[in-house]
């Protein structure tokens, strides 16, 4: 079946530190793949996405990209804020219909300090 | 964009109660919602997902006769929690999937607490 593995949390980073955040994914074919980020007692927010090998999705100054060789999706952003501080959640979609619902990470809680 | 409107975002009941959860899509139509549930530190379970004009499919484990599911219309699909315990204290998260990729608009959330 579909699965999602992302690195365990908490992250812990200072400001304008360089963050990454891995996750792998088992699938068949060519899912479509996302990052949501969940911020404290809020529902989830879509934050980039990729729907084949090489796309590089970005919002916000976050970026991951596609890769189908390696099965990864990892996030990463140059310089966070204490604003970026939330949980975060790879997910992917299996790309033979698209009403299946997704299959998530365990997500990453981010803690950035001032 | 999409929206998805989930209401109450909390709610505190009492041991024996029901609980009607919302979950709305706003500018677009959804035939297909999905109920997660999601435990403290945890990630998302699909619970159940929710089809207009027809029943519900649930993921093994779920009760289905605890866990009301109505998708009555387009646009609206409720989860009831029948006879709520503490152990029904959790988040509920509800979704409908949107354009050609399976991407999803969530709604907001609900924190259920039964005490």
């Known amino acids: 079946g579909n699965s999602v593995t992302q690195m365990e949390g908490p992250v812990t980073l200072s400001e304008e530190a360089f963050l990454t955040i891995n996750c792998t994914y088992t699938a068949t074919g060519y899912p479509s793949l996302f990052w949501y980020v969940q911020y404290p007692g809020e529902g989830l927010q879509l934050l980039l996405k990729?729907?084949?090998?090489?796309d590089k999705g970005s919002n916000k100054g976050f970026e991951a990209t596609y890769r189908k060789e390696t099965t990864s999706f990892h996030l990463e952003k140059g310089s966070v804020q204490v604003s970026d501080s939330a949980v975060y959640f790879c997910a992917l979609s299996p790309p033979d219909t698209g009403r299946r619902a997704l299959t998530f990470g365990s997500g990453t809680r981010l803690q950035v300090q001032p | 964009g999409a929206v998805v409107s989930q209401h109450p975002s909390w709610v505190i009941c009492k041991s024996g109660t029901s609980v009607k959860i919302e979950c709305r899509s706003l500018?677009?139509?959804?035939?297909?919602m999905f109920w997660y549930r999601q435990f403290p530190k945890q990630s998302l379970m699909l619970m159940a997902t929710?089809?207009?004009?027809?029943?519900?499919?649930?993921e093994q484990g779920v009760e289905k006769d605890k866990f009301l599911i109505n998708h009555a219309s387009l646009t609206l699909s409720t989860l009831t929690v029948t006879s709520a315990h503490p152990e029904d204290s959790s988040f509920y998260i509800c979704?409908?999937?949107?354009?050609?990729?399976?991407?999803?608009?969530f709604g907001q959330g609900t924190r259920l607490t039964v005490v």
């Open positions: 500018d677009f139509q959804a035939t297909t």
């Open positions: 929710s089809n207009e004009g027809s029943k519900a499919t649930y």
């Open positions: 979704s409908a999937p949107w354009g050609l990729k399976s991407e999803a608009f």
């Open positions: 990729a729907t084949k090998a090489d």
